[in-house]
């Protein structure tokens, strides 16, 4: 009898005090999400242990590695997944959704830009879409600081001349751009064209320029005066390009453009290689046409080593690293993970891009 009455009450609460005591994770703990590369912060990790069934591929999700074998672990692990964190700038193809099939509801890219990210296709199926933007601003600014930098004080020749022991001394040698007294401008002040405006205060900028879809008010907030494209172009001594990569966008700097410059313009690009037409970039620098130019991001990625840019003495160029510290990679790999979680408890998306 008495034993009776205790498997009686243990059953209770195994069926409704347990559940109720761990709501949150058991409404979702039974999901499966996928990670697609094996170095996804650790803090993006722990976030959705604690609400899921979490697999990660055992690959890194870029370069050959990521085209290769982890497109076939992917493949593989994806069938009944609900959500997806991607690690990567690879494209997101059909073949992988339709493999993922209906139980997918939502994509994280671990990322600002998602013109990796198929929309359309994404858009089809119903499946909501996140991306990581403002917590990786700071860092992508400094970034564009130091190309700034980098460009306008010839890093590429002096650093050369260092590796090769054949300093050229002299007063009049080697000499570079100031940003003091200078016109910036930057095409596209969402975060990171501010964060970059913020960056550059101290200085002495003699005026920034910014131009876009529209006029902002945080512009103004930052003394920044809103101006056509082409005014820009006219105007700035270094024009940072901050937006997005779309169909708009595509190839904005090209001959034409390139051509509206000023003769000791620097061009600084941290948003997506395809911004720029490289073969008229490469024409402008070497009749130098413009002054130099900082890159973060090129087509492709890698650049082959033999690549006609990289002949060039006034262009410095990085390895897409804009988001790269310890700490914006971590709060991106949160933000991502809390998009998932949110998504699948029926919340809204913290940093939408389709819902
Ligand atoms: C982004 O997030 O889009 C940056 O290019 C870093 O990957």
Redesign the pocket.
Known sequence: MLRNSFIATLTFAVIHVLPALGENTTMTNNLKVLVSSNDFPESGLEVLRKHFTVLQSRFIHFGEEGITENKEELLNLIPGCSGLVWVS?HPITKELLDKAGPSLKVVAT????YNHCNLDELKARGIKLA??PNV?SPA?AEIAVGLILGAARRFTENLDQVRRGEWEIGFNKVLGQDVRGSTVGIVGLGGIGQAVVKRLAGFEVGKFVYTGHREKPEGKALGAEFVSLDQLLAQSDFIVLAVPLTSETKHMINSTTLAKMKKNAILVN???GDLVDQDALYDALKNHQIYAAGLD?TTPEPLPKDHKLLTLPNIFILP?I???TVRTRSD?GVLAANNVVNALSGKPLITPVLE
Request: zero cysteines.
């Open positions: 700038h671990a990322s600002a830009g991306n990581t990786l992508v941290v948003g997506r991001v897409h804009g988001s790269a991106m």
